[in-house]
């Protein structure tokens, strides 16, 4: 019974470092892309995910940038209320939703033709470091949500995006009518709702011909 019974909790034990040890399993790379889902049940999160997950197996909310420094990971992000950030990867996946101890997150890597852009895109995330979340999710002005951080960083050798935009829905895809949330979201802004506005998406991004998802932490 006493044996029985060291062998049950040394398999729970190791079951519970592998959980917990998850975001270490993979070898991440400067440059990788994480897409997640957002822990929060914000309002924001839900409406996002209601708009633009239709399309993709899971509905992905939130993008980061890798950037690896000496021992050191870090995801280069844009979140609501603190803008432009530079985030430890610990505290990225805490952040992050999670199934059965699984983080739901995805990295997504460039193809090998767009490896060149990745020094650049760093520098290009970086300089933006302390800017402004973007809510009015407008590409002329100079502030950034999560996705369109990831975009004008990401410039080919002419300066141009090598992610494209997409025209923006803010419709709930079950109801088919623009989602209340995003009604009175930018009816506080004094902005009309940009229904059919170029701009991206994570759950768009993730599906890019520029990426292939190379690891599921779920």
Request: proline residues 5%; charged residues 25%; hydrophobic residues 35%.
């Amino acid at each position: 019974m006493p044996k029985f019974y060291f062998l049950f909790c040394l398999s729970f034990f190791i079951l519970f470092l592998s959980c917990e040890n998850k975001n270490d399993e993979f070898n991440l790379q400067t440059g990788d892309l994480l897409f997640s889902v957002g822990k929060e049940e914000s309002g924001l999160h839900n409406a996002i995910q209601s708009s633009t997950g239709q399309n993709t197996e899971l509905a992905f909310t939130h993008v980061g940038i890798v950037s690896v420094e000496n021992d050191k990971t870090y995801v280069l992000e844009s979140i609501p209320f603190s803008g432009v950030v530079k985030t430890p990867l610990e505290d990225y996946f805490e952040n992050s939703a999670f199934i059965d101890n699984k983080y739901l997150i995805a990295v997504g890597r460039l193809k090998k033709e767009f490896e060149y852009i990745i020094p650049s895109a760093i520098k290009n995330a970086e300089k933006n470091l302390g800017k402004k979340y973007d809510y009015a999710y407008d590409e002329s002005n100079d502030e950034f949500y999560c996705s369109e951080l990831v975009r004008f960083a990401y410039l080919d050798s002419l300066q141009n995006p090598i992610f494209e935009s997409l025209s923006m829905t803010f419709k709930n895809f079950k109801a088919d009518s623009i989602d209340a949330y995003w009604v009175q979201h930018f009816e506080k802004l004094g902005e009309p709702v940009p229904e059919g506005k170029p701009g991206t998406n994570p759950a768009d991004m993730s599906k890019s011909p520029v990426i292939e998802i190379v690891y599921q932490y779920y």
